[in-house]
């Protein structure tokens, strides 16, 4: 009989473990070993103080345009750190000498940038809709399958089935997912429970998320993406649900309210009424807007002065100039059009308007199950129109602002320090190798959590 194989870690049996995974002769780690390590000895190899000097950096992104041109590159440069926050940025052989006690992680050969702020995601589902993906690519449309019972209520029905523990496991394992390819804060809406019990599930779940991961999560309350099916008669009763029984409870769990205002989701009327109440529970509001057609979000949001107004694929340059008078930031989904083989948000248009532009994945099971944003770059670019620059900086800059993150998204002496190193030279080879993982190394608050350390040259 073979003789079995045993964790070199823990010394058990194979017929005793869950999982053996088998390395070169006869190494192997069991599952639980490799949970032991990634718990205990992960954290405790890394700095715990968030102090750190990233040093010979070839190219840093700062979006301080101060240093010039969008993206305020600097050069030879360094980025220390300490307690989290970057205390100095600026060519290497200009850094003063006392931060040389910092640990170090040596950045040749590489760039350094601010950590991607996806600030509009739908990271809780139960279920998937890849039935309904093919049915689109046969030529079904959106409204037609939400109509034949699929879309968001087909993932409402997964949702509500979900236990809060499996709802958990998917989030954190598209959240891990997001860190892993550089996103260090996500936007998480809840919005498909659309019932009391299942939307407090869904938005713990999302706060859940931040404390599992070195991610920081910002929550939102979607109870406003549709009106589920056993209010299909009686909108103005769902409405009562959600300003009477819901507000009141996920106030405390979410810092912002969104609502889906568009055809076959809420109209004007009802987003203003949504929006207005959420506001006297301290949320504040943000708007999907114009995603299926000229449908009034944009009117909405204007006169309410929401955050943000996300979406605006059917924006003409009137909206864009109303949206820029009243401070609101553009939320840009460009997967979603792509994944949907939908005209894209005219990005450039917005831009050349003035508008704050943001650019995220809007990671859900229906319109775009895309969570990397380095793949939203590359479809903002090849898709939509927008600069390699515009796009970095939407991704970064443009995202923490439509979260009013505003010590976040850049490399300036204050900023929280929430840094990725690339595997490349240059940002420039974002879009241009989109399915590859450009990020080597994720700094989440000074602490790198995501990168082979020795391979960087770590030496604390
Ligand atoms: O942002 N537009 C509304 N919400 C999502 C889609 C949700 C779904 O289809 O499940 C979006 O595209
Ligand atoms: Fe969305």
């Given at each position: 009989?073979?003789?079995?194989?045993?964790?070199s870690?823990?010394?058990?049996?194979?017929?005793?473990?869950?999982?053996?995974?088998?390395?070169?002769?006869?190494?192997?780690?069991?599952?639980e070993?490799?949970?032991?390590?990634?718990?205990?000895?992960?954290?405790?190899?890394?700095?715990?103080?968030?102090d750190l000097?990233?040093?010979?950096?070839d190219e840093l992104?700062?979006?301080d345009?101060?240093?010039?041109?969008?993206?305020?590159?600097?050069?030879?440069?360094?980025?220390?750190?300490?307690?989290?926050?970057?205390?100095?940025?600026g060519?290497?052989?200009?850094?003063?000498r006392r931060?040389?006690d910092?640990?170090?992680?040596?950045?040749?050969n590489?760039?350094?940038?601010?950590?991607?702020?996806?600030?509009?995601?739908?990271?809780?589902f139960?279920?998937?809709?890849a039935?309904?993906?093919?049915?689109?690519?046969?030529?079904?449309?959106?409204?037609?399958?939400?109509a034949?019972?699929?879309?968001?209520?087909?993932t409402?029905?997964?949702?509500r089935?979900?236990s809060?523990?499996?709802?958990?496991?998917?989030?954190?394992?598209?959240?891990?997912?997001?860190?892993?390819?550089?996103t260090?804060?996500?936007?998480?809406?809840?919005?498909?429970?659309l019932e009391?019990?299942?939307?407090?599930a869904s938005?713990e779940?999302?706060r859940?998320?931040?404390?599992?991961?070195?991610?920081?999560?910002?929550?939102t309350f979607l109870?406003?993406?549709?009106?589920?099916?056993?209010?299909?008669?009686?909108?103005?009763?769902?409405?009562?649900?959600?300003?009477d029984?819901?507000?009141p409870?996920?106030?405390?769990?979410?810092?912002?309210c969104?609502?889906?205002?568009?055809?076959?989701?809420?109209?004007?009327?009802?987003?203003?009424?949504?929006?207005r109440?959420?506001?006297?529970?301290?949320?504040?509001?943000r708007?999907?807007a114009?995603?299926?057609?000229?449908t009034?979000?944009?009117?909405?949001?204007?006169?309410?002065?929401?955050?943000?107004?996300?979406?605006?694929e059917?924006?003409?340059?009137?909206?864009?100039d109303?949206?820029?008078?009243?401070?609101?930031?553009a939320?840009?989904?460009?997967?979603?059009?792509?994944?949907?083989?939908?005209?894209?948000?005219p990005?450039p248009?917005?831009?050349?308007?003035?508008l704050?532009?943001?650019?995220?994945?809007?990671?859900?099971?229906?319109?775009?199950?895309?969570?990397?944003?380095?793949?939203?770059?590359?479809?903002?670019?090849?898709d939509?129109?927008l600069?390699?620059?515009?796009?970095?900086?939407?991704?970064t800059r443009?995202g923490?602002?439509?979260?009013e993150?505003?010590?976040?998204?850049?490399?300036t002496?204050?900023?929280?320090?929430?840094?990725?190193?690339?595997?490349?030279?240059s940002?420039?080879?974002?879009?241009?190798?989109?399915?590859?993982?450009l990020?080597?190394?994720v700094?989440?608050s000074?602490?790198?959590v995501?990168g082979?350390?020795?391979?960087?040259?770590f030496?604390?």
């Open positions: 009989m073979a003789r079995l194989l045993h964790c870690f823990c010394g058990r049996p194979e017929n005793q473990v869950g999982r053996l995974v088998a390395g070169p002769g006869r190494v192997a780690i069991c599952d070993c490799v949970a032991l390590a990634h718990d205990v000895a992960l954290p405790a190899a890394i700095p715990p103080t968030g000097l990233l040093s010979e950096i992104v700062t979006n345009a101060r240093r010039g041109g969008l993206l305020g590159i600097v050069n030879d440069a360094a980025v220390a750190i300490r307690e989290g926050r970057v205390t100095w940025v060519p290497e052989s200009e850094m003063p931060y040389r910092l640990p170090e992680l040596t950045c040749r590489r760039a350094v940038m601010p950590g991607f702020v996806d600030a509009h995601t739908h990271l809780v139960g279920g998937h809709r039935g309904e993906f093919s049915r689109r690519l046969g030529g079904a449309t959106y409204l037609e399958l939400q034949d019972g699929g879309g968001i209520n087909s409402v029905q997964a949702t089935a979900a809060p523990a499996q709802l958990l496991d998917g989030a954190v394992e598209r959240a891990g997912f997001m860190l892993e390819h550089g260090t804060t996500v936007e998480i809406k809840s919005g498909y429970g009391t019990r299942a939307e407090i938005l779940v999302a859940q998320v931040g404390r599992q991961l070195p991610i920081d999560v910002v929550p109870g406003a993406h549709l009106i589920p099916p056993e209010f299909g008669r009686d909108p103005e009763g769902y409405l009562r649900v959600l300003e029984e819901m507000l409870v996920v106030a405390r769990l979410a810092t912002y969104d609502v889906f205002c568009d055809e076959g989701a809420f109209t004007p009327s009802q987003a203003r009424r949504i929006l109440a959420a506001a006297r529970y301290g949320l504040k509001p708007i999907h114009n995603q299926l057609g000229a009034g979000g944009v009117e909405v949001a204007a006169e309410l002065g929401v955050v943000s107004a996300d979406h605006l059917h924006v003409d340059e009137t909206g864009a109303r949206l820029k008078a009243a401070g609101v930031v939320v840009l989904c460009p997967t979603v059009s792509w994944s949907m083989r939908l005209p894209q948000a990005g248009m917005l831009w050349d308007k003035g704050t532009v943001a650019v995220a994945s809007d990671c859900n099971p229906g319109t775009s199950y895309i969570a990397s944003m380095q793949l939203v770059i590359a479809v903002a670019c090849l939509m129109g600069s390699l620059e515009q796009a970095v900086w939407s991704a443009g923490a602002l439509a979260l993150e505003t010590d976040k998204g850049r490399i002496p204050g900023a929280v320090a929430d840094l990725i190193v690339l595997g490349a030279d940002y420039r080879h974002l879009a241009y190798r989109p399915d590859q993982n990020v080597e190394t700094v989440k000074g602490g790198v995501v082979n350390l020795q391979l960087q040259g030496s604390a």
